[in-house]
């Protein structure tokens, strides 16, 4: 073989590889995408969880216990920018004083350890913070607690606050996938978010929008193949 035919063949070898990168890339990313959003909404960080969608199918109302104005104000903030990120959906929170559907509790160690009796919590000696739901036969959420530890300091505190209220929402699980995510953790390293990313938004009005209690992996798959990359989030 000529030099001048290696050349050729290298160049040609070289176009191949350009085709196949420019084709395949786009292709891992979605995975890489859905398989984010499958361990969001369908897997729990107990490991306890059936693989099912389970989420509100009405507005929610919402408390707290606290006496702090400087906690009181961390709660609204937190509530606020949920309801934005619900804001194009049927669903928001709706802060009461009482009979409410999820509960919040920014207490000490001892509160949350004996909160957590509550049958549908578990509670971590080293955890900051949970979230805890019940759900009727259809999947539909009715009740959740969420107990956040009072002695972080306070963008610590707001950003745990977020993450377990989100999660109360139906988004369960920790991921690995994305950085910028609030849900990303990775052998213990969390993340440096301190609010919702857009990919959190964005799957915040995918669950509120396309699915509903008590679809399965197929259900949800077939609703991010169809609608995932048409959804616009700012």
């Not at 590889?17 to 969001?40: M, S, Y």
């Not at 049927?90 to 160690?109: A, G, M, Q, T, Y």
Request: proline share 3%.
């Amino acid at each position: 073989m000529t030099r001048l035919n290696v050349f050729r063949v290298g160049v040609m070898a070289s176009i191949a590889l350009v085709i196949v990168a420019v084709w395949v890339a786009p292709l891992i990313e979605r995975e890489r995408t859905w398989h984010f959003v499958r361990q969001v909404l369908l897997t729990s960080d107990d490991g306890l969880r059936t693989q099912v969608i389970m989420r509100w199918k009405k507005s929610p109302t919402i408390s707290s216990v606290f006496s702090n104005p400087e906690t009181m104000a961390i709660f609204n903030s937190v509530v606020e920018e949920v309801n934005n990120a619900l804001s194009k959906t049927n669903i928001s929170l709706i802060p009461v004083e009482r009979r409410e559907n999820i509960l919040v509790l920014i207490c000490d160690h001892a509160c949350g350890k004996r909160w957590s009796e509550v049958p549908i919590c578990f509670y971590y000696v080293k955890s900051n913070g949970y979230g805890c739901t019940s759900s009727n036969d259809d999947y539909a959420l009715i009740d959740s607690l969420v107990w956040v530890l009072k002695d972080l300091p306070n963008d610590q505190r707001r950003a745990t606050l977020l993450e377990e209220v989100v999660q109360v929402l139906g988004l369960y699980a920790d991921s690995a996938i994305y950085p910028d995510s609030l849900f990303f953790e990775f052998f213990g390293y969390s993340s440096s978010g301190k609010t919702l990313s857009q990919l959190d938004r964005k799957l915040i009005y995918f669950l509120y929008t396309y699915l509903e209690p008590g679809d399965r992996e197929e259900d949800v798959r077939q609703a991010f193949d169809k609608h995932w990359y048409s959804i616009n989030i700012q």
